[in-house]
């Protein structure tokens, strides 16, 4: 039993953009002022399908990973809710395929499955019952993420007893 725990976490949240892909949720009930939420997760993650980029002038620069950024959201996802916690982490390629050495050519790009794992405790919580909600989101260039797999968990923490 966890009857003990300080914490100092430092989260830079940013303004999430108008469409976050929902993966899971859970729900937990406070039963007290003080209480905190211990929530931690893993996913395993890529980019959805395969990337075809049309190529007919060069230089060229292409982006060789694509990001996800993971959020917490408290109650409900966007403005009625809180986003509590974020972490971005980027899928890295597998493999690029040219068609052809001289222009036009076409550009196929795959990418590797990643894991992002991340653990963080909600310190603000009101007493009551508190539904958890993790989204991603995506550059809007991307067609968005498949989740082959997902782990995510939350546990009450009682305050702690006066010293």
Known sequence: MLCELQVSESVLVTPPPTTQQPITSVTITTDQVGDRVYLEGTVEWAPAGLTTLPITVLP???NLGVPGTFRI????IGPAGVNVFEITDTSSLLNLTLSALVLPLTVTLAFNPTTTSFHFVDQNVPPGTHTYFLTVDVPPTSSGITTSAFVFTAEEI???PPV
């Open 60 to 62: 060229l620069s292409i």
């Open 73 to 76: 959201w408290r109650d409900a």
């Open 158 to 160: 009682n305050p702690n």
